[in-house]
Structures are given as structure tokens and as C-alpha cells.
């Protein structure tokens, strides 16, 4: 069973420039969830979808980050424009459904910016 | 809410020996706690979770866990680690009911196996 799949797996930008990851969940998997994980500290959440409906992004700021699943399978999470606080690890996770206890994650994305 | 405390940001142990890595949870409704491994550049795996019933969890890589509901703790251990066990290990909560099912992941505890 193929697992989550991340791309890129690095990026560099600078500050105030674009970026957009991409996230393909395990087939047949309801729920996604992107995380937002600092070095040195937990990942937290930043939007769930369930299907193709968000079902939390209380912690997403929507002043630059957006995310869309159009079709209910892969996912795009976009920043525009990035702050250098925006550095982290951005981790793709899916589950079969949002009640479900066991999240499958991706190899995460590095964000750099400089 | 819930939130996740881990007690140690790394914990240095030489290969055969025994470990344990601490974790210690506040919330005001019944909980699941899980545990996930990291290695670098990977993202996370669960290692075991506690739902219900025993209060001893075991799970993969010969790790188990002790819930203990008097203490809010959950702490994880390995009676002889490999070097292959160096990782990020990160606890977790979420509400098993009545609240939110999103996980609060704790900080991290870096696992330094030396030979």
C-alpha cells in the first residue's frame, strides 16, 4: 500500500515570494490534515479537510496560508506572501475517517525562507 | 482543550540499556494518548496508542507504554534500546469525547543512542 506522498521535499524562497506544497493522501482516505511543525516543537494543525469540505482550519492564517482539495483526493496548502516565521516542516497526514485514531503520515516538506 | 508536556528535549542512553521518555497530559474530558516515532527527514509513525481497557500498551520496535490516569502521565519505555531508536519522539492527546479530535502533540524528546 502506497503511503502519503509529499512534494517537494525542500524549498527555498525568500521572503514575500510564493510557495505551494503538494500532498496525496493514501487511497481511499477521507480525512486530510496539513501541519505546521517548528523545529524543536510538535506539529500543529493547520486545516483539516474531509472529503473535499474543511472541517477545522481555526489555526490556518488565512491572511497568507490557503488550501484546497478540489476533488477529495490530493491537496495543495499555498503561501503567499511568506514571512521568515513561515520556516517549518509542512506535514501532509490522512486518515479513513476524521473519527479514526491511527493518521498516516507523509515525508513532510522543508520550508526555508530566507 | 488538552495539552501534551514532555519533560525531557533529549535523552542521551548507550545501547542495551533500558529507557524511558516522559509524558504528562492536562485535560478536562476522557482522553487517547499516542505515541510517534520520527526519524530525520521522515514524518511521523505511531508507535502505540492507549483508547481503553489495559492500561499497559505495547507496541512496535518492542516499546510499550503505561497509562496512568492517577498521574495524567503516559510514559513510554524500551527496556534495551538499539541504535537504530535514535528519533524524535512525540506524545500525543485528543479528546475521546465531547471535545476536539485533532491531536495536541507535545514538544518532542530527541532519543540518543550511543554505542
Known amino acids: 500500500e502506497a503511503g502519503v506522498a509529499q512534494s517537494p521535499r525542500y524549498k527555498i524562497i525568500e521572503k514575500r515570494q510564493s510557495v505551494a506544497f503538494w500532498c496525496n493522501p493514501i487511497?481511499?482516505?477521507?480525512?486530510l490534515y496539513w501541519y505546521q511543525q517548528i523545529l524543536g516543537q510538535g506539529p500543529k494543525l493547520l486545516i483539516q479537510f474531509q472529503n473535499n469540505g474543511v472541517v477545522d482550519d481555526s489555526q490556518l492564517p488565512k491572511d497568507r496560508f490557503s488550501a484546497e482539495r478540489l476533488k477529495g483526493v490530493d491537496s495543495t496548502l499555498k503561501i503567499q506572501p511568506a514571512k521568515l516565521e513561515d520556516s517549518a516542516v509542512y506535514l501532509c497526514a490522512s486518515s479513513l475517517t476524521s473519527g479514526d485514531n491511527e493518521q498516516f503520515f507523509g515525508p513532510g516538506t522543508r520550508l526555508t525562507v530566507l | 482543550a488538552q495539552s501534551v508536556t514532555q519533560l525531557d528535549s533529549q535523552v542521551p542512553v548507550f545501547e542495551e540499556a533500558p529507557v524511558e521518555l516522559r509524558c504528562n497530559y492536562s485535560?478536562?474530558?476522557?482522553?487517547?494518548l499516542f505515541w510517534y516515532v520520527q526519524y530525520p527527514n521522515q514524518g511521523l509513525q505511531l508507535l502505540l496508542k492507549?483508547?481503553?481497557?489495559?492500561?499497559l500498551v505495547k507496541g512496535i520496535n518492542g516499546f510499550e507504554a503505561e497509562f496512568n490516569k492517577s498521574q495524567t502521565s503516559f510514559h513510554l519505555r524500551k527496556p534495551s534500546v538499539h541504535i537504530s531508536d535514535t528519533a524524535e519522539y512525540f506524545c500525543?492527546?485528543?479528546?475521546?469525547?465531547?471535545?476536539?479530535?485533532?491531536?495536541?502533540f507535545g514538544r518532542g524528546t530527541s532519543l540518543i543512542v550511543h554505542p
Open positions: 500525543a492527546v485528543r479528546a475521546a469525547s465531547g471535545g476536539s479530535y485533532i491531536p495536541t
Open positions: 487511497s481511499g482516505h477521507a480525512t
Open positions: 492507549y483508547l481503553s481497557g489495559s492500561t
Open positions: 485535560s478536562s474530558v476522557s482522553v487517547y
